[in-house]
């Protein structure tokens, strides 16, 4: 069994310890398997949450924020594995999100898939990530990222005028 196999067949850490996010900011419900440039994790629409429609849905602007989610958690993971803590980072942008449906529906749980296309020593990053249900494509996009060295100083200098 490879260590790829190793990590999708064990059980992983609760998503809280994963993820620094809390309440009704964390989307995601847990990671199902991951490796060196890949992740897939799950997500369940909460139709009391902040974000339901009047249908309880969540509408699928929010989809970037479920992939930045899955990025943040592969990036953690991997820091864990070579024994670091995580560091913060921020999520750049997209060129493009292109969502195939206007919300995702309650009770069908999601898969969020992000797969590492670029990782600069610097800390900046891409990936493309997806989002399905039942093995249908709901939505993609190419995130950008930065995982600054020093976060405290990076937002400190974003903040000035």
């Known amino acids: 069994m490879t260590d790829t196999e190793v990590r999708a067949a064990s059980p992983l850490a609760p998503i809280e310890s994963i993820l620094p996010h809390r309440g009704t900011m964390l989307l995601l419900a847990g990671v199902e398997s991951w490796d060196d440039e890949f992740l897939a994790a799950v997500a369940h629409v909460d139709p009391a949450a902040w974000y339901a429609d009047t249908r309880g849905n969540m509408p699928a602007w929010i989809g970037i924020e479920l992939m930045a989610q899955a990025i943040a958690a592969h990036v953690g993971l991997l820091s864990t594995r070579a024994g670091q803590p995580a560091r913060p980072g921020v999520l750049l942008g997209s060129r493009k999100y292109e969502a195939s449906v ?3 529906e309650q ?3 999601l898969r969020v898939e992000a797969r590492e296309l670029l990782r600069g020593a610097e800390g900046h990053g891409a990936y ?3 989002i399905s249900a039942g093995g249908q494509p709901l939505a993609n996009a190419i995130i950008k990222v930065y995982q600054p060295t020093d976060f405290q100083a990076f937002i400190e200098g974003s903040l000035t005028i």
């Open 102 to 104: 206007p919300a995702f």
């Open 107 to 109: 009770g069908k749980p």
């Open 128 to 130: 493309e990530c997806t």
